[in-house]
């Protein structure tokens, strides 16, 4: 166990290593002159020359990377082009949000896809099988800006059930804040659960026709006894490997939903980082992401031992 997770470390921060390369790479690639940006079009060439020198833009690049490296490893992302607050103070007001928006989409997407699998899955075939597989179509079929628009327009305006969008801490107002996340939440949480809908139903399938569920019937076991007990643990498996992967999609992905219900969240911040060409921000920005992305990777292998003990994660890694 402490050699997986020692080589899977390792993997992970060399991938992390490849991404700060690319992410500042391509940043540097980007049209326009960062000194310009920051000094604005009336800046004079003293101005611009000052702005240069303070931000070592005159240094080779290799030289600018491993000093933004060395600051990144201690926790100073930059200072913001835009605001000339901290980057690393910006991400931890904006993180939170979008990782709470993440959640709530994870919950409602386990919600509907892990039980409309099975059930697809148990009644192979039948009408909830063809009912519950053109849902999940459906659901990956509908835009996500689509689906929010139609929601605003049910909901709130309609209705009046639910706020149209804006945002509230939850610390401030927890009913408040639930109300409001519920329809971005349910948007972006309605693609993911068709994506592990379909993932559920095939696992299951798999499973149902194992021998170890022909023993258990033939032991005397009721069917729900053996779902519950038996396949579902075996079943969610690769569902979960599909899970940590969209969970960092989740939180990348979630640029058009906090778009359209307003929410000050991470995805709002990347889009305005780079309207704003506010390179620090943008390298801040990405660089957390992708972690996030890969420490969620880790965090799925590691769990598959906890959802069936039999599986041990340095034989299955030595396996694979």
Known sequence: MIEFLLQRSLISVVTIFIISLIVFTGVRLIPGDPARVMGGTDADPAGLEEIRQKYGLRDPVPVQYLRWVGLALRGDLGESIRTRES????????LPITLQLATYSLLVALCIAVPAGVLAAVRRNSAWDYLLSGASLGGVSIPNFWLGIM??????VRLGWLPASGYVPLTQDPWGNTLRMLMPAFVLGSALAAV??????NSMIEVLGADFIRTAYSKGLAAPAVILRHAIRNGLIPVITILGLQMGALISGAVVTEQIFVVPGFGRLIV????TRD???VQGVVLITASAYVLFNLLV???YSLVNPRIRVRGAAGGA
Not at 272 to 275: G, L, M, Q, R
């Open 87 to 94: 980057v690393a103070h910006i991400v931890r007001l904006k």
């Open 151 to 156: 929601l605003i327009l049910l909901f709130a």
């Open 196 to 201: 592990l809908m379909r993932q559920t139903r």
């Open 272 to 275: 305005e980082a780079v309207f």
């Open 279 to 281: 390179y620090p921000l």
């Open 301 to 303: 292998d590691v769990s």
